[in-house]
């Protein structure tokens, strides 16, 4: 009776045992498993949807491989092409009314402003190509803060411009960039606003032409009102109508 007593307790034991030795396999694999989806680092938790904004490092990536291409470099060539911009999309399959959200592509716009030409690309991330490369018209590219700057630049070295600003004209700096949420009064900035005539005889109905708002603080000044064509690189100063008058 005694054996058979230690027998059946060896056994339990043996099972006992044996379970313990099961869980300290698959209970460290299983926090292992949970840790792997869960940790930022890990392929899960780093997955990229199709719509997720760029990281700094797939922008980068999408423009060299937008610049690199040969379709490309034959329509801006490589010399002076700047960045537009860089947006994740969507695109159609045979089905109009589907996407393919397996893919992870991109829409760079990138744009020549001497030969005053664009193009639109289309990069597929994943496997590192150019899906599709169309021509842009100059009126077809928006404008961006290198046009603010370059048309503040040439605003600034026309002498009525900087008869009107006076002492302060050196204290103007274009308005790049997001706008700023601090409560301080902004310093002397120059904003920019897209101009497109309808009159045929306006150069800026054909060019790029930029209205450039002059800031003191919080308030817009009058004078000078500047309108720069930024194909022709002409400054165009409107005058007073008390000026206007002056002159007849």
Not at 46 to 65: G, K, N, Y
Request: with cysteine.
């Amino acid at each position: 009776m005694q054996t058979h007593r230690w027998s059946l307790t060896r056994f339990i034991n043996r099972i006992a045992l044996s379970i313990l030795a099961l869980l300290s396999l698959t209970f460290p694999a299983a926090i292992a498993s949970w840790a792997q989806k869960t940790q930022p680092g890990s392929r899960v938790a780093t997955e990229r949807r199709p719509l997720d904004p760029l990281t700094p490092a797939e922008q980068a990536l999408a423009e060299r491989i937008a610049r690199g291409d040969g379709r490309v470099k034959e329509i801006l060539g490589e010399a002076g092409v700047r960045l537009v911009s860089a947006t994740p999309v969507l695109i159609k399959t045979e089905s109009p009314e589907k996407f393919d959200v397996a893919l992870r592509q991109v829409e760079v716009v990138l744009f020549q402003p001497q030969r005053e030409v664009g193009a639109r690309v289309i990069v597929n991330l994943r496997q590192n190509a150019v899906v599709e490369v169309s021509r842009l018209a100059s009126d077809q590219v928006r404008f961006t803060d290198d046009d603010l700057s370059d048309a503040f630049q040439l605003a600034m070295k026309d002498p009525e411009v900087l008869r009107v600003l006076g002492t302060e004209a050196q204290t103007f700096r274009p308005q790049t960039g997001p706008p700023t949420t601090t409560a301080a009064a902004p310093a002397n900035t120059v904003a920019g606003l897209p101009v497109r005539s309808s009159d045929p005889n306006d150069p800026c109905s054909k060019h790029r032409c930029l209205w450039l708002m002059f800031r003191r603080g919080n308030d817009y000044l009058s004078q000078p009102s500047v309108t720069v064509d930024l194909t022709d690189k002409r400054v165009y100063v409107e005058k007073p109508v008390t000026d206007r008058k002056a002159d007849h």
